[in-house]
């Protein structure tokens, strides 16, 4: 996660990493927001969660939209943020490249984001 995300802060908890990236609020101060996290559950063995939250998805709504219709088993929670579980290695080795390619689109539509801020 660090190598797409060099400016994000992580938020450690008991169970999950959240990451923030940098922006200002609106009064103009700095300031970190999340916009994705990974939960490890005790109950759920070998099992993590890439949450995707709404703020991430709605950097670029049809992007996401878009791979919600391609990926079996993909669907947005009540919050409009997107949960990808991880079942186990096997299923993390079909994702690894596709996590990646997600988290390199949200850092490339974060820092679009930010230049049109500034």
């Not at 797409?4 to 103009?28: D, M, Q, V």
């Not at 709605?58 to 409009?80: P, S």
């Amino acid at each position: 996660m660090p190598r797409h995300f060099p400016l994000a802060y992580i938020w450690p908890n008991r169970t999950c990493l959240s990451f923030g990236l940098p922006e200002k609020t609106e009064s103009g101060q700095p300031t970190y927001r999340v916009y994705f996290s990974i939960y490890v559950y005790e109950k759920k063995k070998k099992s993590i969660t890439l949450y995707i939250h709404k703020r991430a998805v709605e950097l670029n709504q049809n992007y996401f939209d878009d791979y919600v219709k391609r990926e079996t088993g993909l669907a947005y929670d009540g919050w409009g943020s997107l949960p990808v579980e991880i079942k186990d290695t096997d299923s993390w080795q079909g994702w690894e490249k596709k996590l990646s390619e997600i988290l390199e689109y949200i850092r490339r539509s974060w820092e679009e984001q930010m230049a049109r801020i500034d």
